[in-house]
């Protein structure tokens, strides 16, 4: 007990692997965003990417994409030419705080590593504070250019894509370190 709350910290069994075609069908029924699922599996054949999804037992729980490409915005392509960019870190809701994005974090450096990257970046949304202090934690640096213009996209139903913009704040993590 702290402070009149239980504290359970229960680790689930999970494996975290690259999806598959395959995988759509029970990535959907778990997390939505078919059109998403379906743009990022194409993404990942023809090699710009790919998606690694955390499963606890048949069910996918949460999922990170690793955008192997390079970057959309003009002012990462030109500070970190070739440098891989983490998009879409998400955890299910009733599997969050479990250390399952940390876990998926973790294994798409040792993935990136296994590629031959040395460094990683990522853009978080300027009020996204919790997203913020788990890349710290995990030892992301702020690099020392301001915010990036940038589009969030939704995917939609019947495959359209509605595109926010959106201002990140880039974090660079250099995967030597570790």
Same mark, same amino acid.
């Given at each position: 007990?702290?402070?009149?709350r ?12 690259a ?5 759509l069908?029970?990535?959907?029924n ?6 998403y699922?379906?743009a990022?599996?194409?993404r990942?054949?023809d090699k710009?990417?790919e ?12 999922d990170?994409?690793?955008w ?5 915005e003009?002012e990462v392509?030109? %500070?970190?030419? @070739?440098v891989p960019?983490?998009t $879409?870190?998400? +955890?299910a809701r009733?599997? /969050?705080n479990?250390?399952? !994005?940390?876990r998926?974090?973790l294994a798409?450096e040792?993935?990136?590593r296994?590629?031959g990257h040395?460094?990683v ?6 009020r996204?504070?919790r997203?913020?202090?788990?890349y %710290?934690?995990? @030892?992301?640096e702020?690099w020392? $250019?301001?915010p +990036?213009?940038?589009t969030? /996209?939704i995917?939609?139903p !019947?495959g359209?894509v ?13 995967l030597?370190?570790?």
């Amino acid at each position: 007990w702290a402070f009149g709350r239980l504290i359970v910290d229960v680790m689930l069994d999970v494996r975290i692997r690259a999806a598959v075609d395959g995988d759509l069908v029970a990535l959907v029924n778990a997390l939505g965003q078919e059109p998403y699922f379906r743009a990022q599996l194409a993404r990942q054949r023809d090699k710009h990417g790919e998606l690694l999804v955390a499963w606890h037992g048949e069910t996918p729980i949460g999922d990170v994409y690793l955008w192997l490409e390079e970057a959309e915005e003009p002012e990462v392509r030109e %500070r970190l030419p @070739g440098v891989p960019l983490l998009t $879409h870190l998400e +955890v299910a809701r009733e599997h /969050r705080n479990r250390r399952i !994005g940390t876990r998926l974090m973790l294994a798409a450096e040792r993935r990136l590593r296994e590629l031959g990257h040395d460094r990683v970046a990522l853009g978080v949304d300027l009020r996204n504070e919790r997203g913020g202090a788990l890349y %710290r934690r995990l @030892g992301y640096e702020e690099w020392p $250019h301001p915010p +990036v213009p940038t589009t969030r /996209r939704i995917y939609l139903p !019947g495959g359209r894509v509605e595109q926010v913009p959106d201002l990140c704040r880039i974090l660079v993590k250099d995967l030597r370190e570790d």
